[in-house]
């Protein structure tokens, strides 16, 4: 059984999920695969875990650096996503890393001579736990803000609040994100 939880934020509302125990999803309303991973059943309930997750939520948005993780689940998605999510969970609070930079890494975790960024991209925008596993860090190579399910204009919020140096970022004319 799959459970589910409202949080309300300042940029708009957020739905949690959860397999009981972990964090599953964290969703803001109608970003791009908004409930990808939700269940045809589910129940809403208030569960320790999301009581967890929204003194995290708290924390954040408050402008603070929370200084846990609530316990998350990723075991519904391919072994590549895994991946660059882990790699993504290590960008520091208020930095960037491109989509370049998370190839480069997965493929030298694996032991090969590269990775493509294109199919970084396609997991970073698969991200079911947005903001805790932080996808809105995530930039192009030439400092371009694209590629956010949630939309640009929360990725940009998001990356103020943590008072990210975006001197070198831009937004797109065009792309995914807008």
């Not at 940029?11 to 109608?30: E, N, P």
């Not at 939700?38 to 967890?52: C, H, N, T, Y």
């Not at 075991?75 to 660059?84: D, I, K, W």
């Not at 493929?107 to 001579?113: Q, T």
Request: aromatic residues 10%; proline residues 5%.
């Amino acid at each position: 059984m799959q459970y589910t939880q409202k949080y309300d934020s300042p940029l708009g509302g957020i739905l949690l999920a959860s397999d009981g125990k972990a964090l599953t999803g964290l969703w803001f309303d109608g970003q791009k695969y908004f409930g990808s991973t939700l269940a045809a059943q589910r129940e809403q309930k208030l569960l320790p875990v999301f009581e967890e997750t929204a003194q995290w939520l708290d924390l954040y948005f408050s402008g603070q650096e929370p200084d846990f993780t609530p316990p998350l689940s990723l075991q519904q998605a391919s072994s590549f996503r895994r991946e660059v999510w882990e790699i993504m969970l290590t960008i520091p609070y208020g930095q960037t890393m491109t989509y370049k930079a998370i190839a480069a890494e997965l493929a030298r975790r694996r032991g090969v001579e590269n990775m493509s960024a294109h199919a970084v991209g396609g997991a970073v925008s698969h991200n079911p736990i947005s903001l805790i596993i932080p996808c809105h860090r995530v930039v192009g190579t030439n400092g371009s803000l694209t590629g956010y399910a949630g939309g640009i204009d929360k990725k940009v919020r998001l990356l103020m609040l943590e008072n990210a140096d975006q001197s070198k970022l831009f937004l797109p004319k065009k792309g995914t994100a807008l």
